[in-house]
């Protein structure tokens, strides 16, 4: 057995304990003389014993998806829900402008707020949001892999080669089809994967890079569990951390926050 087919067909069963008779022999034997898959495996195990112990998950969980469509849906109701004009009112002119002025004030107090939490300050810079958005608008005009790409197994394996992350997001419930990986370096000299998604009405990029030390934005933006989402410079972002926090999961788009946030909803890591 070679590396490529136990990280495709072995390393997730093995982890969940699923193999029995021969096939668990082959993946043991497989294990037993291969550090790095041995290594893939003693993560996949320590990821899924935190995963089930910890509140948060990569993973979005069926009931965290239905929380993020409702809200959606309620969004939707209330833009398409028609709103009755108020009664004609006989109080002085003053009072009803009052009514309206502090509605409105409130209104534009809410929404100078949401802003700042969703919009990192144009000021500042995060290296690691320039480098996937730059490289996320390359990517749209052309992606090379640099790595073998023929099975989500084949960017695994060549990610855990160079003791990166070998966890891929599956986008094909809201129809991406993966296109490829590439392994490069920021500019401070720091590994990055980048597995590219495209779907007919979009594209998806997904980079991991070791969060220490990396210049980041404040957590406490729109959350859901580990997600934190952002608009940056025209982007829409997801960030997330894997258990242990060594790493951290970049995805960019060009949709809406809303339609970003249902493709999250609907795929999985």
């Not at 957590?219 to 025209?234: I, P, Q, T």
Request: charged share 25%; net charge neutral; glycine share 8%.
């Amino acid at each position: 057995m070679d590396c490529g087919t136990y990280i495709a067909d072995y390393l997730t069963p093995h982890a969940d304990g699923e193999l029995r008779g021969a096939e668990l022999a082959r993946a043991e034997a497989h294990v037993a003389k291969c550090p790095q898959c041995a290594a893939a495996l003693a993560e996949e195990r320590e990821l899924k014993a935190m995963l089930h112990v910890r509140a948060g998950m990569l993973r979005t969980p069926p009931q965290v998806r239905g929380s993020i469509l409702a809200a959606l849906d309620a969004a939707d109701r209330r833009e398409t829900t028609p709103r009755r004009a108020p009664a004609p009112s006989r109080r002085p002119a003053i009072v009803r402008g009052l009514r309206y002025a502090i509605p409105i004030a409130l209104a534009a107090a809410i929404a100078f707020f949401v802003i700042i939490l969703r919009n990192p300050t144009p000021a500042e810079s995060y290296p690691a949001f320039d480098y996937a958005t730059d490289h996320y608008d390359q990517f749209l005009g052309r992606f090379d892999p640099n790595v073998p790409s023929d099975s989500p197994g084949d960017i695994a394996a060549a990610y855990i080669d160079h003791k990166m992350p070998g966890y891929l997001w599956n986008f094909q419930p809201s129809g991406y089809k993966l296109l490829g990986g590439r392994i490069e370096k920021m500019p401070d000299g720091r590994f990055v994967t980048n597995t590219f998604y495209r779907s007919d009405d979009g594209a998806i990029l997904c980079s991991f890079v070791a969060s220490s030390g990396l210049k980041l934005p404040p957590r406490d933006a729109d959350e859901l569990g580990v997600h934190h989402f952002f608009e940056y410079r025209g982007h829409t972002i997801c960030m997330s951390y894997l258990p242990g926090g060594k790493y951290v999961c970049i995805l960019v788009s060009r949709k809406p926050m809303k339609a970003f946030m249902q493709d999250i909803a609907a795929s999985e890591l």
